[in-house]
């Protein structure tokens, strides 16, 4: 038996197939590399999350565990062959339900969703959750996609709305949707995509994947250690197929790096010293299959391991080593927010709550590993680096790579592939400079895919938290004063964990008012994986300590907890802890808005409890607040449109989209703002060369700053039209073969961009505008402007906890949020989905174990069956500051999540959760506690 | 080349003996456990899949007969009496649809994990494992196939053919419990089974088994035993012998998943609800010895 020289013929796609590699090999490699059905898309080979789902001889089944050889004279159906099995409506579906967002996780759904809709043509959601539950899905909480599968027979649902004229507030589909729906999206780790090899600036292209050396880095197995390495030279001439092994010597720049230059201090390549489990020592570049079969364990580098320090209190203890030694007491920074005198004040309050709460890594588990591929383009006779990967902050990779590498800005470009998702993870540089730094030393296209546990290990995570609060009020449940404390694990390097110092004292008081408040934050070094950004920098688990006690005062005043929250309620016209006055301030309309579904939920709890003992309910509520943009700095976007010859109207919008709908948004504001109808626009970018900076996709502020810029640019394009047409304000615009046709009182008048010479970047007409929302620095006690807009929020969860075995199922959550204007009425509530799987996930579940949990196996996320019904309950009070009115949003949707739910959980049974997640060993010990305590 | 997968037990015997290559099924554990692109671990791999005589689930007067290359999902999808329920509700809890789909029984067993969905109603069954070499065929009854976490009784040359519920077993009715950080694809904290015989409402026979709460999943005997004659409305009486027996037979540790206490006090839980589950279902069935394969 010598399977080596053996075809293996298989059906897939209906097509008859016969693979000459090796019988042992994963299915869905073959797929991938050697069929090029790339649509298979891989997060875990490991069964975990589902996105590798492709039917075999009918069934779902995960093609990374199945060998080729298993699928011999079988039929396999990916998602490249849907249509052809009369299930291209389903996809069709899918974009019109907004069932993708990045779209990673979308081939796996569709396939399970396939094998369900032949069995089942008219699922119902149940049948529907259960078919779908091995599939991961980050971005969307599952809603829209469960509801695209229950009505992909249904032809009414599919069809797409009607192109109107207006195109702000109306939920078209997502304009860039159909390629993450029919498999079709090129990410990370996918072949490039036509476009871009039409691209003729691109080129030379590396002429398929395999002509690309395959990149891997060889990382730290231990928290904190000091290393030496053999000789590499040796090691590598024993090693065939090995064209290069790199090291922090071979970097020609800076070996540092740091989202935030002023505390940059990351090596690329760490030089003698590692501080976390998963930091890279060396690279080591060459063909596929001398990459895939050398084992890193065998690479010559010696290891002295050294104690870690794994949390904040040993951090922070009196004689703790130092992780920087320019960092005394290992604090990275301490950000604080002083308003009035808040210990007097506590003093003199009537009630005073108190607590401390303890929070984990949380990991943000997007279904993409980081990937991507680098190679030297000809650009007019100068070499140029081009990076292509997934990223949220393109020109802050350029950046970075251009001085890690030595080589100016221009010389740098960095193409963003489609990113399976980002929620703050993927803003730090990870594989770009590794790639980079490989490719200039072997003058060839170099490649890398991490793999789950890399991308666990060595990418950031959020904060662990450790905070400690007391809150005051009168007898009238009328807040007095609050004092905030926390630490902040910010673990080996500094990433963002400034941003989360600054942000965390600003809103730790939730949207409410209060005289007095001191709140302090410190950003603590550990030998932990660096924490970063992640959906809310540090807000989510301020608000879960803050919310916790409002409900205890709540209960020692006896008043009903949602009235305690619009009693103390910012209004209109009052002033944050860092004295900004506010203009509009939507918190109140959020909590008005669940007052009725609260008082029925109260009530159905309480007849449940009436006649159940071992299955209690609960209701819990809390708010949320949050500021958009960058906190008291500058954080400028630009967007550029022009008119081609040929009256192309074409957007150059830099504003990643990782799945939050960037790009269909701005396209809205600019669609509106230019008066052409959105179908008419053309999208262009990201990408440094193509786009002007539109900032990074964090911090929720791409609709309201990006978007205010094409806003701006999009009323600049249009001024300049109709001054063409001698036209007033009022004219109507439309595009026809080409011709600007403009309409006013009757008249017509027409512009045909052919008689027009072209201009800077070939363009006949073209209007480029920056926006950069106003503030201020804050000062030594944090007052000042720190962000121009804040969205609002509040959400109310039903729980449902066991009390004999501590699991608590989230039956229903309600979201009020004040978006200022909804754009995009069904982007917006895909992202209230989203944001409250993952705050469900931050509540319940997850915790990520540095060396421990470094998989979809062991670190939890929610699945289809955890997540509960979702009422998004959409409220426009329009801020003067945001385009059309719109705040920024995406953020904002989890920070009420958790605290919701863990209030809920209270409400439910007593227990009063102090350490995340609640798991159910936690909520029953919790539940234990508070029957002593009320003994 | 290091990669077989013979059509007859024969073949597969002789590369056993000869060359103690990895046996290879559903691969949801064989592959699940390396991360890179190629094949797992660089060890040669037996696939036992393409061998006919290994797949389905066969009734016969000795009771049923589950082929070592029979997947979850075709347990799920039997027709088998109430006494076999427990095994078709750890079926549905096996990971998702894709895993069951794959995963076969036996190589839940031979994996050896303490978590392993499998191992409680197939103990509560009192499943014997066949296996098979070139020099011998065995029966090993379950409880002494696992030895220990990742270990079992199979020699290097010997596989799993078949796992075997007597007929005796198939009487009565049974169920699984296990509970989970979330809802799907979720490992164990702790699991349970039970099946039990009824007459006239009096508990005539009871299998217990509880996993993930000690190296390798538990039968309850001593508590077994005092069930019997019983009258299955006053199981919860006799709640106290249960948590004395869980507490000297059980050994759980803590993990990322739970502590040792919360385990030792939700496997009780667990138990009392397969056993509720099971006398619901034993007594709703006809008065009869329960049905034969
Ligand atoms: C995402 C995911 C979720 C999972 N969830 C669960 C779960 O909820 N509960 C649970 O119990 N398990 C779970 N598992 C584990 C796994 O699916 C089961 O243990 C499965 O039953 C193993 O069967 P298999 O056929 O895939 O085994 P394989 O991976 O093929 O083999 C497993 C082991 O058994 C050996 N082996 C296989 N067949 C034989 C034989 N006939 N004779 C001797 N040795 C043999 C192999 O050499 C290997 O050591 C999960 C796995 C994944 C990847
Ligand atoms: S890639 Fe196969 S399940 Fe994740
Ligand atoms: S859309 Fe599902 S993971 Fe992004």
């Given at each position: 038996m010598t399977p080596a020289a053996t075809w293996i013929s298989l059906q897939v796609n209906g097509r008859h197939y016969r693979s000459c590699a090796p019988p042992d090999r994963r299915l869905a490699d073959v797929l991938r590399d050697e069929m090029g059905l790339s649509g298979t898309k891989i997060g875990c080979n490991a069964g975990d999350c589902g996105a590798c789902t492709v039917l075999l001889d009918g069934a779902p089944i995960c093609a990374c565990l199945t060998p080729l050889g298993q699928a011999e004279g079988r039929e396999v159906l990916t998602v490249e062959g849907l249509e052809g099995v009369g299930l291209g409506h389903l996809q069709h579906s899918f974009l019109a339900h907004g069932a993708a967002q990045c779209g990673i996780c979308t081939p796996g759904m569709l396939m399970a969703a396939a094998a369900l809709l032949r069995r089942i043509p008219h699922p119902g959601p149940d049948q529907a959750q259960e078919a779908l539950s091995g599939v991961l899905c980050r971005c969307t909480g599952y809603a829209r996609i469960i509801k695209a599968v229950c009505h992909a027979n249904d032809p009414r649902s599919n069809t797409p709305p009607p192109p109107e004229r207006q195109?702000?507030?109306?939920?078209?589909?997502?304009?860039?949707?159909?390629?993450?729906?029919?498999?079709?999206?090129?990410?990370?780790?996918?072949?490039?995509?036509?476009?871009?090899?039409?691209?003729?600036?691109?080129?030379?292209?590396?002429?398929?994947?395999?002509?690309?050396?395959?990149?891997?880095?060889?990382?730290?197995?231990?928290?904190?250690?000091?290393?030496?390495?053999?000789?590499?030279?040796?090691?590598?001439?024993?090693?065939?197929?090995?064209?290069?092994?790199?090291?922090?010597?071979?970097?020609?720049?800076?070996?540092?790096?740091?989202?935030?230059?002023?505390?940059?201090?990351?090596?690329?390549?760490?030089?003698?010293?590692?501080?976390?489990?998963?930091?890279?020592?060396?690279?080591?570049?060459?063909?596929?299959?001398?990459?895939?079969?050398?084992?890193?364990?065998?690479?010559?580098?010696?290891?002295?391991?050294?104690?870690?320090?794994?949390?904040?209190?040993?951090?922070?203890?009196?004689?703790?080593?130092?992780v920087h030694p320019d960092r005394a007491g290992n604090l990275l920074i301490a950000g604080r927010v002083c308003h009035g005198n808040a210990e007097d004040a506590l003093a003199g309050a009537a009630h005073v709550a108190q607590a401390e709460?303890?929070?984990?890594?949380?990991?943000?588990?997007?279904?993409?590993?980081?990937?991507?591929?680098?190679?030297?383009?000809?650009?007019?006779?100068?070499?140029?680096?081009?990076?292509?990967?997934?990223?949220?902050?393109?020109?802050?990779?350029?950046?970075?790579?251009?001085?890690?590498?030595?080589?100016?800005?221009?010389?740098?470009?960095?193409?963003?592939?489609?990113?399976?998702?980002?929620?703050?993870?993927?803003?730090?540089?990870?594989?770009?400079?590794?790639?980079?730094?490989?490719?200039?030393?072997?003058?060839?296209?170099?490649?890398?895919?991490?793999?789950?546990?890399?991308?666990?290990?060595?990418?950031?995570?959020?904060?662990?938290?450790?905070?400690?609060?007391?809150?005051?009020?009168?007898?009238?449940?009328?807040?007095?004063?609050?004092?905030?404390?926390?630490?902040?694990?910010?673990?080996?390097?500094?990433?963002?964990?400034?941003?989360?110092?600054?942000?965390?004292?600003?809103?730790?008081?939730?949207?409410?008012?209060?005289?007095?408040?001191?709140?302090?934050?410190?950003?603590?070094?550990?030998?932990?994986?660096?924490?970063?950004?992640?959906?809310?920098?540090?807000?989510?688990?301020?608000?879960?300590?803050?919310?916790?006690?409002?409900?205890?005062?709540?209960?020692?005043?006896?008043?009903?907890?949602?009235?305690?929250?619009?009693?103390?309620?910012?209004?209109?016209?009052?002033?944050?802890?860092?004295?900004?006055?506010?203009?509009?301030?939507?918190?109140?309309?959020?909590?008005?808005?669940?007052?009725?579904?609260?008082?029925?939920?109260?009530?159905?709890?309480?007849?449940?409890?009436?006649?159940?003992?071992?299955?209690?309910?609960?209701?819990?509520?809390?708010?949320?607040?949050?500021?958009?943009?960058?906190?008291?700095?500058?954080?400028?976007?630009?967007?550029?449109?022009?008119?081609?010859?040929?009256?192309?109207?074409?957007?150059?919008?830099?504003?990643?989209?990782?799945?939050?709908g960037a790009n269909t948004v701005i396209a809205q504001i600019f669609a509106e703002a230019l008066g052409l109808p959105l179908s008419e626009i053309v999208l262009i970018g990201p990408d440094t060369a193509h786009t002007p900076d539109a900032g990074k996709t964090s911090a929720s502020r791409q609709t309201c700053v990006s978007g205010r810029a094409a806003l701006a640019c999009g009323q600049s394009l249009r001024a300049r039209i109709l001054r063409r047409l001698n036209m007033g304000e009022n004219a109507e615009l439309s595009l026809s073969h080409g011709t600007i046709i403009g309409h006013e009182n009757g008249k017509e008048a027409r512009l045909d961009p052919t008689h027009l010479p072209p201009g800077k970047h070939g363009y006949v007409l073209m209007a480029e505008e920056t926006h950069d929302p106003p503030t201020t620095p804050l000062d030594e006690n944090g007052q000042g402007v720190p962000y121009a807009i804040y969205g609002w929020g509040a959400q109310m969860a039903e729980v449902e906890v066991n009390t004999t075995t501590g699991r608590v199922r989230v039956r229903h959550v309600h979201a009020a949020h004040d978006l200022g204007r909804a754009i995009n009425p069904s982007l917006a509530e895909g992202q209230i989905e989203g944001g409250i799987a993952q705050g469900i996930g931050l509540a319940l579940m997850e915790e990520y174990i540095p060396g421990h949990s470094e998989n979809l196996h062991d670190y939890l996320i929610p699945t289809t069956g955890d997540m509960p019904e979702i009422t998004p309950i959409l409220i426009e009070r329009p801020d003067p500051e945001g385009p059309f009115g719109a705040r920024g949003l995406g953020e904002h949707v989890l920070i009420p999540t958790a605290p919701a739910i863990l209030n809920a959980i209270r409400h439910a049974c007593g227990a009063r959760i102090t350490r995340l997640p609640a798991l159910p060993h936690r909520v029953l010990a919790a539940i234990r506690q508070a029957g002593e305590n009320g003994k | 080349?290091?990669?077989?997968?013979?059509?007859?037990?024969?073949?597969?015997?002789?590369?056993?003996?000869?060359?103690?290559?990895?046996?290879?099924?559903?691969?949801?554990?064989?592959?699940?456990?390396?991360?890179?692109?190629?094949?797992?671990?660089?060890?040669?791999?037996?696939?036992?899949?393409?061998?006919?005589?290994?797949?389905?689930?066969?009734?016969?007067?000795?009771?049923?007969?589950?082929?070592?290359?029979?997947?979850?999902?075709?347990?799920?999808?039997?027709?088998?009496?109430?006494?076999?329920?427990?095994?078709?509700?750890?079926?549905?809890?096996?990971?998702?649809?894709?895993?069951?789909?794959?995963?076969?029984?036996?190589?839940?067993?031979?994996?050896?994990?303490?978590?392993?969905?499998?191992?409680?109603?197939?103990?509560?069954?009192?499943?014997?494992?066949?296996?098979?070499?070139?020099?011998?065929?065995?029966?090993?009854?379950?409880?002494?196939?696992?030895?220990?976490?990742?270990?079992?009784?199979?020699?290097?040359?010997?596989?799993?053919?078949?796992?075997?519920?007597?007929?005796?077993?198939?009487?009565?009715?049974?169920?699984?419990?296990?509970?989970?950080?979330?809802?799907?694809?979720?490992?164990?904290?702790?699991?349970?089974?039970?099946?039990?015989?009824?007459?006239?409402?009096?508990?005539?026979?009871?299998?217990?088994?509880?996993?993930?709460?000690?190296?390798?999943?538990?039968?309850?005997?001593?508590?077994?035993?005092?069930?019997?004659?019983?009258?299955?409305?006053?199981?919860?009486?006799l709640r106290p012998h249960l948590e004395q027996e869980l507490a000297e037979c059980l050994s759980p540790i803590d993990d990322l998943r739970a502590d040792a206490a919360y385990r030792a006090h939700v496997a009780g839980a667990l138990v009392l609800r397969c056993l509720a589950r099971a006398a619901s279902g034993a007594t709703s069935q006809p008065e009869s010895e329960g049905e034969g394969p």
């Open positions: 195109a702000v507030g109306i939920s078209v589909p997502r304009l860039d949707g159909m390629p993450k729906c029919d498999g079709s999206e090129s990410f990370g780790a996918d072949p490039l995509p036509p476009d871009l090899l039409a691209d003729a600036s691109c080129g030379p292209f590396p002429a398929s994947l395999d002509d690309s050396l395959m990149v891997r880095a060889i990382r730290s197995p231990h928290h904190h250690a000091q290393f030496t390495f053999g000789d590499l030279a040796t090691w590598q001439a024993r090693h065939p197929g090995i064209e290069a092994v790199l090291t922090a010597r071979d970097i020609p720049g800076r070996n540092c790096f740091g989202v935030i230059p002023a505390f940059a201090d990351q090596p690329v390549l760490a030089e003698g010293r590692v501080r976390f489990r998963g930091e890279a020592v060396a690279l080591v570049a060459g063909d596929q299959t001398a990459v895939a079969a050398f084992d890193p364990a065998d690479f010559p580098v010696s290891w002295h391991p050294l104690p870690a320090l794994m949390d904040c209190v040993s951090a922070r203890a009196e004689e703790a080593p130092l709460v303890e929070t984990a890594f949380v990991e943000h588990a997007y279904i993409e590993p980081e990937a991507g591929i680098a190679w030297l383009a000809d650009e007019g006779g100068k070499q140029v680096l081009i990076i292509r990967a997934c990223t949220q902050a393109p020109v802050m990779d350029r950046d970075a790579c251009a001085e890690i590498l030595a080589l100016p800005e221009e010389q740098v470009r960095i193409i963003p592939s489609a990113t399976g998702g980002g929620f703050g993870g993927k803003l730090d540089v990870s594989l770009q400079p590794l790639i980079g730094l490989a490719t200039l030393h072997t003058g060839k296209p170099c490649r890398m895919v991490y793999s789950r546990r890399e991308s666990m290990m060595s990418t950031t995570k959020r904060h662990p938290a450790r905070m400690h609060a007391r809150i005051g009020c009168d007898h009238r449940g009328r807040l007095a004063a609050m004092v905030f404390e926390g630490d902040f694990n910010t673990g080996a390097h500094a990433s963002w964990g400034p941003t989360v110092a600054g942000r965390v004292p600003v809103h730790a008081s939730g949207p409410y008012r209060m005289a007095h408040y001191h709140a302090e934050a410190r950003a603590i070094h550990t030998n932990g994986p660096p924490s970063g950004a992640f959906r809310g920098f540090g807000v989510p688990q301020a608000a879960i300590i803050q919310e916790m006690l409002f409900d205890d005062l709540a209960a020692r005043c006896g008043i009903d907890r949602l009235t305690f929250r619009l009693r103390n309620a910012l209004d209109d016209g009052d002033r944050t802890r860092t004295g900004q006055c506010l203009e509009t301030v939507g918190i109140r309309a959020c909590l008005k808005a669940l007052e009725a579904p609260w008082k029925s939920a109260l009530a159905a709890a309480r007849s449940w409890n009436a006649a159940h003992d071992e299955t209690r309910r609960g209701v819990g509520i809390a708010g949320c607040w949050y500021g958009c943009g960058n906190t008291a700095l500058p954080n400028p976007s630009t967007i550029r449109a022009g008119i081609t010859p040929k009256g192309r109207v074409c957007l150059h919008q830099g504003a990643t989209d990782i799945g939050q | 080349m290091s990669y077989h997968r013979p059509q007859d037990l024969a073949s597969a015997y002789h590369l056993l003996a000869e060359r103690a290559p990895r046996l290879l099924a559903g691969g949801t554990d064989v592959y699940a456990s390396s991360e890179g692109p190629g094949r797992p671990d660089g060890a040669e791999l037996l696939d036992i899949t393409a061998i006919r005589a290994l797949h389905g689930i066969c009734p016969s007067p000795q009771g049923w007969r589950i082929g070592a290359a029979t997947t979850w999902a075709e347990v799920a999808g039997a027709d088998l009496p109430p006494a076999l329920d427990a095994l078709k509700q750890a079926a549905r809890e096996i990971g998702s649809p894709q895993i069951q789909n794959r995963a076969t029984v036996a190589g839940n067993l031979c994996n050896a994990s303490p978590a392993a969905d499998g191992v409680p109603p197939l103990l509560v069954l009192d499943a014997m494992v066949e296996t098979g070499s070139l020099r011998r065929a065995r029966m090993i009854p379950l409880r002494k196939f696992v030895t220990g976490p990742r270990t079992t009784a199979l020699r290097t040359d010997e596989m799993v053919i078949a796992v075997h519920v007597p007929a005796s077993a198939g009487k009565g009715a049974s169920a699984f419990e296990k509970i989970g950080a979330r809802r799907h694809m979720v490992i164990s904290i702790a699991m349970a089974a039970a099946r039990m015989v009824t007459r006239q409402g009096q508990i005539t026979e009871a299998a217990i088994s509880v996993g993930a709460c000690s190296p390798v999943a538990r039968r309850l005997t001593a508590f077994e035993k005092m069930l019997k004659g019983t009258a299955a409305t006053r199981i919860a009486d």
